[in-house]
C-alpha cells in the first residue's frame, strides 16, 4: 500500500511537472488584423492600423490604464516643478533595446529630437514641440523644459506614437526605418510581406517591464503571426476553421457567430474616441449654425447604431467620449432633440431645401453604411446629399482642402485636451478640419491644458463642451466598442485600450 502511495505521489509530481512545463512552453500565436501599417516608425505617416502592431515593438515613457491613470514605465516617476514648466523623468536602468543597445537618456532625447524635426503630422506633435528644451541630467534622468504647462503631455508620452526609438537602429536605417524597426517592447519584427503577413517574435532582452506585466516576466508566447485581410468574413471563417486566434471584428451581424459559441472568449473595449459628423463650417450650408443644429435634430442616432453597428457602441450626445477624462453625464440631456419637424422647418426657414450636400467618409463598410442612413435622414429634410468614399488617406486630404460639406469619421485620443487639438484656431490646417474658430473655446482649451488640478480641468472641460453643444461643430454618434475574439486554447489574454496583450497568456 505504501508503495502504491509513493508510486501516485511520484506520478503526481511528473504529472504537474508536465503541465507546468506545457503552460511555461513557447507559445505561437496567430492573429488577423484588417491591414497592415504604411510604416513600423512611430514618428511615420500617420496611419489608424499602427499602433495596435506598434505596442509589441515599442515602450513609452508613461502607461495609461483602462480607467485613464497614467502609470510609471519607462520612467519610474516624475517631478513637475516651476507651475508644470519644468518635468524631470527618473528611468529605469535596466532596459535595453533588442539589439541590446541599452535604452538611456541619450535615446529618450534622440526620439523626441527627432520627432520635433520630422513628426509635424504626428497626433503628439504639439505637445512634443512645446518643449523648448531636453536637458540630460545624467544617463537615467532627463529633464524637459516646457515652454508653456501643459499637463497633456504626460498623457501624450503614453501614446505608442512616443515609442522610445534607438538612435544608432534609425541611423544605420536612414528612409528604410520604418521597414526595420527596432524597440524595447516584448516583441520584434522579423519578417515582413505587406499586404500580406509580419511575424514578431520574442525580444530576448525583454525583461518585463511593462506595467501589464504582473510577474514582471516575459510572456509565454514567443511569435506573433500577424495576417492582413480587409475580408471580415474571412477574418470570421478563419477564427472558426481554427487557422487563427485571436481577430478584431467590426461587424455587429458578424458577432453573432461567437455569441454562445463555447470555444471562444468576446473581449470588449470601449475606444478613446468618438464617431461623429463633422462640418465643414467655412463654407455654406454649414458656415451657418441653424443648419449644423437642423442637422444634429435630423439625425436619428440609435437607428445609425442599431442598422449599421449592433451592439458595436454606446450613444454619446457630448463632444467628449465615456472613455475619456471630461466626459460629464449630467451634459447627456442637455444636447439638441431629435426632431425631424423643426429640422426641416429650420432648412426651409434658411432657404436651402434641395441644396446639394456632399458627405465624404472612408471606405470601411460600416462607415459606408452609417453615411448612408445619414443620407436618407437628410433627404428627409429637404437636403440632397452624396456620397463620397475614399480610402484614409483620401478622406485626410480632401478635409483638409475643405471639400466636403460633412465628413463622417472618428477621433481617436485620451484626454479632454481632444477639444484644443481638433476645434482651436490653431489646429485649422492640422487635425481642425472643419475649419471651426471661437476664440472662447481657445480661451478655455488653452486653460485646461495648463490645470493640473483634475477639479478644476473637469469644471473647464464641462464649459467648453457646453459651448460647443450649441454652436455644433460635430454632431457626436457614437462611442465605438471594439470586439476582439480570443480562440478559447488562448486563457489569461487581456486587452488594454483595444490592444491584447499576452503577458500572462497560456495554453490549454
Known sequence: MRKFALLIAVLGVLLTGALLSTLAADVSVTMVLSRDPISMDPQ?????????????????????????????????????????????????????????????????????????????????????????????????????????????????????????????????????????????????????????????????????????????????????????????????????????????????????????????????????GLVFLGFNTAREPFSDVTMRQAVAEAIDKQVILDIAAPGMGVIVNELIAPSIFGYVPELESEALPYDVDTARAAVEAAGYVGAEIKILTSNFPTYQNMATIVQAELQEIGLNPTIEVLDFAGVAATANAGEYDIVLTRYDWNDPDLLRIYLSTDSIGRANRYFYSNPELDALTAEGRATFDPAERLAIYTEAQRLLMQDVPWVPLHMTITKIVVNNRLQNVGVVNSHVTFDDATTQ
Open 44 to 272: 511615420g505617416p500617420i496611419d489608424p492600423s499602427a499602433p495596435v502592431i506598434l505596442a509589441y515593438v515599442y515602450d513609452t515613457l508613461l502607461f495609461q490604464d483602462n480607467e485613464g491613470a497614467i502609470l510609471p514605465y519607462l520612467a519610474t516617476s516624475w517631478d513637475v516643478e516651476q507651475d508644470g514648466r519644468l518635468i524631470t523623468f527618473h528611468l529605469r536602468d535596466d532596459v535595453q533595446f533588442s539589439n541590446g543597445d541599452p535604452l538611456n537618456a541619450d535615446s529618450v532625447i534622440f526620439t523626441f529630437q527627432r520627432l520635433q524635426e520630422i513628426g509635424q503630422r504626428s497626433f503628439i506633435y504639439s505637445e512634443i514641440i512645446n518643449i523648448a528644451e531636453f536637458e540630460k541630467v545624467d544617463d537615467y534622468t532627463v529633464r524637459f523644459h516646457l515652454r508653456a504647462p501643459s499637463v497633456t503631455l504626460l498623457s501624450a508620452l503614453t501614446y505608442t506614437y512616443a515609442g522610445i526609438l534607438d538612435p544608432s537602429a534609425v541611423e544605420a536605417a536612414g528612409d528604410e526605418y520604418g521597414q526595420n524597426p527596432v524597440g524595447s517592447g516584448p516583441y520584434m519584427v522579423t519578417e515582413w510581406i505587406p499586404q500580406n503577413s509580419m511575424t514578431l517574435v520574442a525580444n530576448p532582452n525583454y525583461h518585463g517591464q511593462r506595467p501589464t506585466d504582473q510577474d514582471g516576466q516575459a510572456s509565454a508566447v514567443t511569435e506573433l503571426d500577424i495576417r492582413f485581410s480587409s475580408d471580415e468574413s474571412a477574418r470570421v471563417n478563419a477564427l472558426l476553421t481554427g487557422e487563427v486566434d485571436v481577430a478584431y471584428i467590426s461587424s455587429g451581424a458578424l458577432m453573432q457567430s461567437f455569441a454562445d459559441n463555447p470555444d471562444f472568449t468576446i473581449l470588449d473595449s470601449p475606444t478613446r
